[in-house]
């Protein structure tokens, strides 16, 4: 027994050098990315793949484009995706606190309007149709199918959409509406697009847009629904109409941002890592990929090494 109090003394001291030895691997090789969750699928396989390769650890956050745009600006992290681009206000705040932030687009999305799977009456909308049902003037107005066209039920919809520090609502109310970050508020939000699918997926009468991927990887269980654009055609979205344009107004831009001046060792190479295999990852989770063009413009926008 009188062998026992060193042989705790031991261990103690051995346990304390493996915790120090642990501590200092993480603030080296750890990276943190925050922002939109549209692009967090992108993120998400981005990581995974990094993480295969790479020594370390990529934490990603979602609290949205706004929320992502926010941390960047106060300089609580380096690295924020965005489904929409940065806006001047918050360019100028950031300016303002000496951050510079570089955008790179990483792949193009489409913004899609969805229903039940068995919905029988709505099989394609007008953008004059989406402008009535979700502009401010509608709230506590148009109730029910049959507000926004005579031929459809009198039942009450359900109306989903993304919430306001989502980049997809600023570039849809901008798109449909008119005026950026502006809506009708009787409805039900969220800023994580699993939210927005199950909620439109579990009732018959639900209405809500949200991103592309996230129909993609729910196709089974909604209805899509074709949008009838200025030429009175209706479009419905998939990897063409959105990569040549025709799903109009509702393709746009994915991105990334980072000021790359005060990114560490370990972001750099993350960084570098996400836009060399963005193209291929952005397509395995339901984004459509940059063109070799734009996939080159973005890569050139890199400087620090």
């Not at 918050?90 to 000496?98: G, K, P, S, T, W």
């Not at 506590?140 to 459809?152: E, F, G, H, Q, T």
């Given at each position: 027994?009188?062998?026992?109090?060193?042989?705790?003394?031991?261990?103690?001291?051995?346990?304390?050098?493996?915790?120090?030895?642990?501590?200092?691997?993480?603030?080296?090789?750890?990276?943190?990315?925050?922002?939109?969750?549209?692009?967090?699928?992108?993120?998400?396989?981005?990581?995974?793949?990094?993480?295969?390769?790479?020594?370390?650890?990529?934490?990603?956050?979602?609290?949205?484009?706004?929320?992502?745009?926010?941390?960047?600006?106060?300089?609580?992290?380096?690295?924020?995706?965005?489904?929409?681009?940065?806006?001047?206000?918050?360019?100028?705040?950031?300016?303002?606190?000496?951050?510079?932030?570089?955008?790179?687009?990483?792949?193009?999305?489409?913004?899609?309007?969805?229903?039940?799977?068995?919905?029988?009456?709505?099989?394609?909308?007008?953008?004059?149709?989406?402008?009535?049902?979700?502009?401010?003037?509608?709230?506590?107005?148009?109730?029910?199918?049959?507000?926004?066209?005579?031929?459809?039920?009198?039942?009450?919809?359900?109306?989903f959409s993304p919430g306001i520090a989502s980049g997809t609502y600023d570039y849809f109310t901008k798109a449909i509406i008119g005026t950026e970050h502006t809506s009708r508020g009787d409805i039900t939000s969220s800023e994580d697009d699993n939210v927005l699918v199950h909620g439109v997926r579990s009732n018959l009468d639900s209405i809500g847009f949200f991103s592309y991927a996230y129909y993609q990887e729910n196709h089974n269980d909604l209805k899509l629904i074709p949008v009838i654009n200025n030429n009175s055609v209706a479009v419905t979205p998939t990897a063409n109409s959105i990569q040549n344009g025709s799903y109009k107004p509702l393709t746009r831009f994915v991105y990334i941002y980072a000021d790359q001046a005060r990114l560490k060792k370990a972001e750099r190479i993350f960084l570098r890592f996400y836009l060399e295999n963005s193209a291929e990852l952005a397509s395995e989770v339901g984004f459509i990929a940059l063109d070799p063009e734009n996939l080159r413009l973005s890569l050139n926008k890199l400087t620090v090494e």
């Open positions: 027994m009188k062998f026992w109090p060193f042989f705790l003394l031991a261990a103690a001291l051995l346990l304390s050098a493996i915790e120090q030895s642990c501590t200092c691997r993480p603030d080296i090789e750890s990276v943190s990315i925050d922002g939109s969750s549209t692009v967090y699928v992108i993120s998400e396989a981005v990581a995974e793949e990094y993480q295969k390769r790479h020594k370390g650890r990529v934490s990603i956050g979602v609290s949205g484009t706004g929320g992502g745009f926010k941390k960047l600006c106060s300089n609580r992290t380096n690295i924020v995706g965005a489904s929409r681009p940065i806006s001047k206000s918050e360019l100028d705040l950031c300016h303002n606190n000496n951050i510079y932030p570089t955008e790179f687009a990483v792949a193009l999305d489409g913004i899609i309007i969805a229903t039940h799977q068995n919905n029988t009456w709505v099989n394609e909308i007008s953008v004059d149709k989406l402008k009535k049902l979700f502009e401010p003037e509608a709230e506590n107005k148009i109730i029910n199918w049959s507000d926004l066209d005579p031929a459809w039920p009198k039942r009450k919809m359900a109306i």
